[in-house]
């Protein structure tokens, strides 16, 4: 066995027992009820002869290949978003669920705390929206329940929502604090001034330096990574240093060099699962490992760069979608943006930024962040990558209704679509603002299509 092996160094009787609890654990499962059927983990070499579990392996054994218990037993069911390409099934009790709770607590116990109102806007289909909900239930703040993918809590709503019941936390993936600081300066706030979040709780998509620091000071709120996946639960959150610590007692991570460099794949074992157990499953995200934190939290920290399907191959590197989005962000943040939109061409990235009023070089930042790599930085006008006005016209969802009396005032509805749904009707001219951004995009899209089109970009 090879002695610089990751796993080595933390290797010891406690872990040993927890790899072989967790193998125990599996092989009720269909999915390793075979592969593990005569496998006895006494020494480490033994845990690591095992074969890596794949996407594909999950994909083979079906819905409810994965749960190692009855059902009975189960609470909650969840899907992988289909990011990789294809959606994955998990099966949780109410301990798992509560183990990854209570971790998070643990490690933010000023920012959850009884009292303290928690914007949830983590998607309902997700695991963290379901943590966060627990997370309150025990003791740990006053959770609202707004997730993002429902038409009932737009946009406008939950700005409304943090506006009105002076929430201090808000959680959800890292785009939402970016629409929402958006949408309250088209309507005159400051989410710094007027709103009284103070933290920031942000998982599921890349969260590179750039942004986090246009994040944090655009909402004066401190900034805290979670990652994890469907398959996985929680892996881990960042410390008020910004190191992205392991929940070691949760999972056994190992890491497997990808190329010559520090990059490598995480590769878990989770410990704390019972309902969907997985041994050495290969995660497909690549992560770098980083030096011990000065925060004094012994556990190893992570820069988790993202999957290593996504990975971008351009002027001799290879690139992950943190990288891009620190280059992307930097560029924006020398406007003094934080909207942008990045284009991977055949020789070079494209960031596109709706500018505001900064006055710095967005393609020195971006390059800052990027040696090497050639980047062209593309002015737009305000509303050509977000559509702010558009947002705010966001359909309005009811409870069904069977009948409708047109005596009364109000709606006057036929039929039951319009029960569930009122959609918008735009003026004119927010129609003719529509159609001029449409064409303008389709414009750019076929300039940017031609054989490398090098010619001077911008809006016309």
């Not at 794949?54 to 290949?65: F, I, M, N, P």
């Not at 959850?112 to 740990?140: K, S, V």
Request: proline content about 7%; some cysteine.
């Amino acid at each position: 066995m090879n002695p610089d092996h990751p796993s080595v160094a933390r290797a010891g009787t406690d872990l040993l027992d927890a790899l072989a609890a967790a193998v125990e654990r599996a092989r009720s499962s269909e999915l390793y009820r075979e592969r593990l059927a005569r496998v006895a983990v006494r020494r480490l070499e033994d845990f690591l002869a095992l074969p890596l579990t794949t996407r594909a392996d999950l994909q083979q054994a079906g819905v409810h290949g994965t749960r190692a218990v009855p059902l009975s037993e189960v609470c909650h069911y969840g899907e992988s978003s289909g990011t990789s390409g294809t959606t994955n099934s998990v099966w949780l009790t109410r301990a798992d669920l509560l183990r990854s709770a209570r971790a998070i607590r643990a490690a933010h116990p000023d920012v959850f705390a009884a009292g303290r109102i928690i914007l949830n806007r983590f998607p309902f289909m997700a695991a963290p929206a379901h943590l966060i909900e627990l997370i309150a239930q025990e003791g740990g703040g006053v959770a609202i329940p707004a997730g993002n993918i429902n038409w009932d809590v737009p946009f406008p709503r939950a700005l409304e929502l943090a506006h009105s019941t002076g929430a201090q936390v808000l959680a959800g993936l890292p785009l939402e604090p970016v629409i929402l600081a958006e949408l309250a300066a088209a309507r005159g706030l400051d989410v710094a001034r007027d709103l009284a979040v103070d933290a920031l709780f942000l998982g599921g998509a890349a969260l590179p330096p750039a942004l986090q620091q246009r994040l944090a000071r655009v909402w004066g709120a401190r900034v805290i990574e979670l990652y994890g996946s469907t398959e996985t639960m929680l892996l881990g959150t960042s410390c008020a240093r910004g190191t992205l610590h392991l929940e070691t007692d949760l999972a056994h991570c190992e890491l497997m060099p990808v190329g010559p460099g520090d990059e490598a794949r995480l590769v878990v074992t989770t410990l704390g699962l019972e309902g969907s157990p997985l041994v050495r499953f290969d995660t497909g995200d690549v992560v770098r490992g980083g030096p011990p934190c000065r925060c004094g939290d012994p556990r190893p920290g992570l820069v988790v760069l993202g999957r290593e399907a996504d990975a971008i191959d351009l002027a001799g590197r290879r690139l992950f979608p943190y990288d891009v989005i620190d280059a992307g962000s930097a560029a924006a943040d020398a406007l003094d943006s934080a909207v942008f939109f990045v284009v991977v061409l055949d020789d070079r990235l494209l960031v596109r930024v709706e500018a505001g009023r900064g006055g710095g070089d967005p393609a020195r930042a971006a390059e800052a962040r990027l040696p090497g790599v050639r980047i062209e930085v593309e002015r737009v006008a305000a509303g050509m990558l977000l559509d702010v006005e558009g947002l705010s016209r966001s359909p309005r969802v009811y409870k069904p209704v069977l009948v409708a009396d047109w005596r009364r005032s109000g709606r006057r509805i036929l039929t039951v679509d319009e029960g569930l749904i009122e959609w918008p009707r735009p003026t004119w001219a927010e129609g003719g603002r529509w159609l001029m951004r449409t064409l303008r995009t389709a414009a750019r899209r076929r300039r940017l299509g031609r054989p490398r089109d090098l010619a001077p970009v911008g809006e016309r």
